[in-house]
């Protein structure tokens, strides 16, 4: 491919590919994102290329690998196009049918279609299942669209047209001013506003000038920029080259984890790909404008997507953050002003461009613009990406999105913000999602994390679990962080094993002051918020466990014993079959007694008591009903019906 | 050079631009505790101990005064009942695991720190990395270092340099404030050096 050298030709070619393509020619993608391939969409990929070759196909059907649309709770998806019909859970045993019925004799294939839950009926199109219907899909809405390994698919959706909008038809300073006018705020946890932050690394006096994306995603349950990077590369590097062009920068970096090989596979081809075409490098499109593109791969610390540590690591050194009192928008790489955005932030960036700051603000709420993309993840019936507008309760993320929450439990509450957001209780499912209200609840939007809770769920045990990933990830620079996390872990441990004292809630809210007022960055200043958000809404489960040695939601595993009640126990002998350590004493029409000595508390006899009899009891906080009678424990023969009587005559043979 | 005018503890100090708060306390003889501050040093910010109080244009924050640079009109407060709380905890932390050690002990006092508030743990050295820091800044040999990273971070010598180096130096010593650092020299010197 020739270097492009004008917007004229970056036209030109556009139509050349736009004419190739036919949209009525049928066109088969697959989600190839990270969690369709985890669940056989790689298989499923070369199912339909080998069944388009064997039925003599190929010329008539293109198929296409795309980004995650986002339902990755029932991936492999795919969806067939000029119709957009919705496959889903689609093996590769069921590729043959779907290109004899659906590409040769135009038949949908009802048996792969979305079902709802409520009312059995199935949905042909993707944009009509509820959990598509209910978003507002601007940065996602691409990655179905596009081959991410292919930039002229990119090019095909109008892409690089906002770098050459940008470049000839706005001065750098127009770029800036909309982007400010956009109120685009940092999609990375702070939201601080980008065009400010943009602002500040603009008018600072040194010339040489960096924008960086900042791809170290790491928190547990999140995978929103992964998609992005891995679906849609080329919209993240235009919106970077945008922004080098707006505050004077010609080198850009993207700090992507090594974690995500895809998306540093697909990031590195993608800035190939863009030098090939002249989108990157000296004089981009004959505009003048120079702009090179480097990526570093992080090694695998989570407080690298601190700001200054990313920047130190970005220098060769050890990631750990910088003490300094001054912006890295003004003093950053290499003590040059740098404009950190994170991958979401950046692909925004064409979007306000092409379509106007007026466009971008008509979403959202007066404080927070726009959309954002959340990782729905846990006891929720559709686990998956959801991109909405900012503003949208909680509530209809969770219910309308996300369908509800499985096995017909109670919803707890929504943990946001990553590891050191906060958790948000049921009654407070109202809330309006947004930088500012989410803060005000006593959590975070962090990047977009969102972790549904239902009433299993310890609250304790959920703080335990962050602090003890935030102690593992701090960098050990700093005192407050180093050991005052290592310290509430300690406490916060002991109390989910029964061993809580009275002061431990003190105790844990000095070694958080100390944390938030003391610590060098915000790893450690943000590290006491799950302990604190479960603590102002969730009190009494911490006084329960430390006062009563109970674990309200049963889930602590040191604080619960099973037993089973001879009243509704029937000798049937799974629970002592399956019992891992023998504590099961039972056998045929003897009720099961289990040995507290020998209880692991695994939990096995509870699952597989069947629901019927409901025999195997959870408790804490309340002593063991002592074991019945020896003489009780023999069951009265019992009438069984026929066909039982039947079935088991034939088991016993 | 023009001089800037701040208030610390209600005295009106002088200081130079790029000075920072805790230096200039240091002019005016205001006492601010430390652990990881060393003048021929880069500020490292580690222990956090020298957390002061300013309230620069009208606002209200706490700053680690050997970072935080001087500036006009600024006011500074370096102890107030939130300083000294946070400066008791974070002795208290550090006290777990040196709980012998002389400027801890003597720092417990003044802030009435309990040594016994968190469960021991007696590794000894406090990460103040004033010996890496030391080494690798003033004497350029990085004989002594960091390695892993948060609760597992230990100083380490490099046995190559250590041997060729510490010998005729050990200026780092009398800066450890545990005397961690000679236990690890002497188990290098014991282990790793090559006998002759």
């Not at chain 1, 602090?467 to 310290?487: A, Y």
């Not at chain 1, 590290?527 to 466990?545: C, D, K, M, V």
């Amino acid at each position: 491919m020739a270097r492009l050298n004008s917007p004229e030709e970056l036209e030109r070619f556009r139509k050349k590919i736009l004419a190739q393509r036919d949209p009525n020619k049928p066109c088969i993608s697959i989600c190839a994102g990270a969690g369709c391939v985890a669940s056989g969409a790689d298989e499923v990929i070369a199912a339909f290329q080998s069944e388009i070759e064997n039925q003599g196909l190929k010329a008539e059907v293109d198929t296409k690998g795309t980004g995650c649309p986002g339902f990755c709770e029932r991936g492999p998806v795919v969806v067939i196009y000029p119709e957009e019909i919705c496959y889903l859970e689609v093996t590769a045993e069921d590729v043959p049918e779907i290109i004899t019925s659906t590409i040769k004799e135009k038949k949908v294939v009802e048996r792969l279609l979305y079902e709802n839950p409520e009312t059995g009926e199935r949905v042909t199109r993707e944009s009509d299942i509820p959990f598509y219907k209910n978003q507002a899909r601007n940065l996602l809405c691409s990655n179905i669209r596009i081959d991410s390994k292919r930039i002229d698919d990119y090019l095909a959706i109008d892409g690089y047209s906002a770098l050459t909008k940008s470049l000839f038809k706005m001065a750098d300073v127009d770029v800036l001013a909309e982007v400010k006018k956009s109120n685009l705020r940092g999609r990375g946890g702070g939201g601080f506003p980008a065009g400010r932050k943009w602002e500040g690394s603009r008018n600072a006096a040194e010339p040489i000038k960096y924008v960086i994306v900042n791809a170290d995603e790491g928190d547990p349950g999140a995978f929103m920029d992964r998609a992005l990077l891995e679906g849609n590369p080329h919209s993240i590097l235009e919106g970077l080259i945008i922004g080098g062009y707006a505050i004077g920068a010609h080198e850009g970096y993207i700090y992507v984890r090594q974690e995500y090989p895809l998306a540093v596979e697909n990031i590195i081809l993608a800035i190939q790909q863009a030098e090939a075409y002249g989108f990157l490098g000296e004089n981009i499109l004959g505009s003048g404008f120079d702009f090179k593109v480097v990526v570093h791969q992080g090694a695998g610390a989570f407080v690298c997507g601190e700001s200054t540590a990313l920047m130190t690591a970005l220098e060769g050194r050890v990631g750990e953050p910088r003490p300094k009192y001054i912006r890295s928008n003004i003093k950053g790489l290499w003590e040059r002003p740098s404009v950190l955005n994170n991958v979401e932030t950046w692909a925004n960036v064409p979007l306000i461009i092409n379509k106007g700051a007026d466009w971008f603000t008509q979403f959202g709420t007066e404080g927070s613009k726009g959309t954002k993309i959340f990782s729905l993840v846990g006891k929720i019936n559709n686990t998956g990406l959801v991109e909405v507008p900012m503003g949208i309760t909680l509530k209809e993320i969770i219910y309308n999105i996300g369908g509800g929450i499985p096995d017909n439990k109670k919803f707890k509450a929504v943990q946001t913000g990553g590891p050191s957001g906060g958790c948000i209780p049921a009654e407070m499912l109202d809330l309006e999602v947004g930088f500012d209200e989410l803060a005000k609840a006593g959590s975070m939007m962090g990047s977009g994390g969102m972790i549904v809770m239902d009433e299993d769920t310890c609250m304790v045990d959920v703080a335990r679990y962050f602090i003890n990933f935030l102690t593992d990830e701090s960098c050990g620079k700093c005192v407050p962080c180093r050991e005052g996390l290592r310290q509430m872990h300690k406490i916060l441990t002991n109390i989910t094993a029964g061993k809580g004292k009275e002061g431990d809630i003190e105790l844990l809210e000095t070694l958080s002051e100390t944390a938030m007022e003391a610590s060098l960055c915000a790893l450690g200043k943000s590290a006491p918020n799950p302990f604190l958000s479960t603590l102002r809404y969730f009190r009494e489960e911490y006084e329960a466990h430390i006062k009563e040695k109970r674990c309200p939601a049963k889930s602590c595993k040191e604080l619960i014993a099973y037993y089973i009640d001879p009243e509704k126990c029937q000798a049937c002998m799974l629970c002592a079959k399956k019992c891992p350590v023998e504590a099961i004493d039972g056998g045929k029409k003897m009720i099961h007694i289990i040995d507290q000595e020998k209880c692991t508390n695994c939990g096995t006899c509870f699952e597989v008591c069947p629901p019927r009899f409901g025999a195997v009891k959870k408790i804490s906080g309340e002593p063991v009903p002592p074991p019945v009678a020896p003489e009780k424990r023999k069951l009265p023969e019992r009438k069984l019906p026929e066909r039982k009587k039947k079935k088991e005559q034939l088991k016993n043979e | 050079m023009s001089e800037i005018k701040l208030e610390i503890n209600g005295k009106e100090v002088m200081a130079s631009p790029g000075m920072t708060i805790l230096a200039a306390a240091e002019n005016a003889g205001i006492a601010i505790p430390t652990l990881c501050h060393h003048e021929k040093l880069e500020p490292f910010g580690g222990c956090r101990l020298c957390i002061v109080e300013v309230t620069d244009r009208g606002w209200t924050k706490l700053v680690v005064s050997c970072v935080y640079p001087v500036a006009n009109n600024l006011i500074v407060r370096t102890r107030t009942e939130k300083v000294d709380r946070i400066r008791k905890t974070i002795l208290e932390l550090l006290l777990a695991h040196a709980p012998d050690s002389e400027p801890l002990k003597e720092l417990a006092i003044e802030y009435g720190a309990d040594r016994d508030r968190f469960e021991k743990d007696p590794s000894f050295c406090i990460h103040c990395g004033l010996c890496v820091r030391y080494c690798a800044e003033v004497k350029k040999k990085h004989a002594v270092g960091f390695v892993d990273r948060g609760i597992r971070k230990e100083i380490s010598f490099i046995p190559e340099i250590a041997a060729r180096e510490c010998n005729d130096c050990k200026e780092c010593f009398p800066l450890c404030p545990t005397s961690y650092l000679q236990a690890a020299f002497v188990l290098t010197q014991a282990l790793a050096f090559s006998k002759h």
